[in-house]
């Protein structure tokens, strides 16, 4: 979830969500300049959240959607606890 928490990263992953790109085409798509965007991309990399394919010069980044959605389903568990502690009324006394 942190990965996903800083907004240029964020935006990177709702792009790869759409296709597969390279450095240049985010760098055209986010403003953001190379070398920074470059160092996110190694995050996402190394959390597992996206992966990478050589072309020529050039590599691309594809999201990998099992990550996604293994997140997308953590955050559903979460709403789910919250809605029953919310109906429960469940609270821990103050000491």
């Not at 979460?78 to 103050?94: V, Y």
Request: charged fraction near 25%; hydrophobic fraction near 40%; charge should be positive.
């Amino acid at each position: 979830m942190r990965v996903l928490a800083d907004p240029l990263r964020l935006k990177i992953v709702s792009l790869l969500a759409r296709e597969t790109l390279c450095t240049t085409h985010l760098v055209e798509e986010t403003g953001a300049r190379q070398t920074n965007l470059s160092n996110h991309l190694r995050v996402l990399r190394e959390a597992g959240v996206v992966e990478t394919e050589p072309c020529g010069r050039f590599t691309y980044y594809r999201l990998r959607p099992e990550v996604i959605a293994s997140l997308a389903d953590s955050f559903a568990d979460l709403a789910a606890s919250a809605r029953a502690t919310a109906e429960s009324g469940s609270k821990r006394a103050c000491p």
